[in-house]
């Protein structure tokens, strides 16, 4: 293997407000040798996710910044190619945090068989993996929707919030969405199952809001932030519930962004509580039975987005700030 080509794309500087190609560099290396006790991975799918924009911010949060030359942090499914660890051979294909390059070593901790005759193997990054389970915990453990109530989720055709409504729909809520143009707001309505879906661009969103909530909303599933947020707030119900799992209209702001009003969480008796998706990994096999069943059962949908080629992640990550996937984005990186 020692005469493998491996690509990185490495942070080479950090965004001040919105990132841009110059951030990247692509570099090549010889694939490194496993040692005793390690793997050698080989990327197949790399998963693009917008908690990836946080890590290439030096700010002190719920997980360590990327590190500056080193390769961008991400989820992948790879081949193993080389072994020298008894737990795993040749050929297995795993769930893994390779980052954004061609070939990387493992002890194996935190590697995930995946079973390719048992769903697609890049479930593993979208539906069946760390973004459905985000939906799944944050909507059942925190949004606790009941029958006949409304939910409302941004980025509603996106990994999380896709599944957010089909699930609140399956628990007999209503499920109304927001989602950027006619063309992502047509699939959450007519392939999803959503009960109607706003685009945020629209100049009246508000109104179209509240015409498609006559009877208020019970849970915000906060995916976005800004103008969403800020027309969503005054529609909330007493004791409604809001899942707080991320606000990517903010990722980029350099200053203070508007943010919701603290008298309506004191006077509509709000719950209003933000979450990592890790904070539940005691339900990861009970998400895993579920959604496997609702995806057999077709309850739910999901749609990815794949681009081909290592070298087109950033611009596809920078696309992914900017609403141009449709779908879990994901990278093929082996051809
Ligand atoms: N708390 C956790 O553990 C956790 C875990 C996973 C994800 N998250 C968060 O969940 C959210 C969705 O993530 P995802 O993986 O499902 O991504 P995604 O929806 O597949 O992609 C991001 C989408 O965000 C929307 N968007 C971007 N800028 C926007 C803006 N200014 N206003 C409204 N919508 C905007 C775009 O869709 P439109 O074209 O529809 O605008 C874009 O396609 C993100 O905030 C992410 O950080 C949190």
Known sequence: MASANNRQ?????????????DNFELVERPA????????LLRTLYLSLDPYMRGRMNDAKSYAKPAELGQPMVGGTVSELVASRN???AVGDIVLAYAGWQD?????????????????????????LGMPGMTAYCGLLEIGQ?????TVVVAAASGAVGSAVGQIARIKG???????GGAAKCRFVVEELGFDACIDH?????????????PNGVDVYFENVGGAVQQAVWPLLNDFARVPVCGVIAQYNATGSSPGPDIATILRKRLLVRGFIVWDFAAKQGDFLRDMAAWIREGKVKYREDFVAGLETAPQAFLGLLEGKNFGKL????AP
């Open 9 to 21: 794309i490495l942070l080479k500087s950090r965004p001040n407000g919105r990132p841009s190609a």
């Open 32 to 39: 490194p040798e496993p040692g005793d006790g390690q793997v």
């Open 86 to 88: 008894a737990k795993f």
């Open 103 to 127: 070939y990387a070593l493992s002890d194996g901790g935190g590697l995930r068989k995946l079973d390719a005759k048992a769903a697609p193997l890049t479930t593993a990054l979208g539906i």
């Open 145 to 149: 929707p009941k029958p006949g109530e």
């Open 173 to 179: 809520a209503r499920a109304i969405g927001v989602a």
């Open 201 to 213: 661009r629209a100049p009246d969103l508000a109104a179209q809001l509240a015409a498609a909530c």
């Open 330 to 333: 994901v990278v093929k990186v």
